[in-house]
């Protein structure tokens, strides 16, 4: 079995940070890239952010948070991060921990950690 645990998501005001963390766990073999994802209610979850887990770390980002947000992950920990700044209300969702293996292309998700942003 595989497991993502996120942690870090809160309340926040609008212009300010969140850090979430991310730890995968289990029977995980080539494990090719993680990333976070949200979903607000009534529309489909987008992805926010993606990163390689091999040499180089290749990061994609969502228009929306570039400049804003930053994925990092430790490959050893099997771990990926994501600091958001300059959060704005239309950032309020649920976050979702990805993980994607090859050669077999299997997705795993975690359970969603809630962010909130005030106005």
């Known amino acids: 079995q595989v497991q993502l645990v996120e942690s870090g998501g809160g309340l926040v005001q609008a212009g300010g940070s969140l850090r979430l963390s991310c730890v995968a766990s289990g029977s995980i073999f080539n494990l090719n890239r993680m990333g976070w994802y949200r979903q607000v209610p009534g529309k489909e979850r987008e992805l926010v952010a993606t990163?390689?887990?091999?040499?180089?770390?290749?990061?994609t980002y969502a228009d929306s948070v570039k400049g804003r947000f930053t994925i990092s992950r430790d490959n050893v920990k099997k771990s990926v991060f994501l600091q958001m700044n300059s959060l704005k209300p239309e950032d309020t969702a649920v976050y979702f921990c990805h993980a994607r293996t090859l050669p077999s292309a299997t997705n795993y998700w975690g359970q969603g950690t809630q962010v909130t942003v005030s106005s």
């Open positions: 990163i390689t887990m091999g040499m180089g770390g290749l990061s």
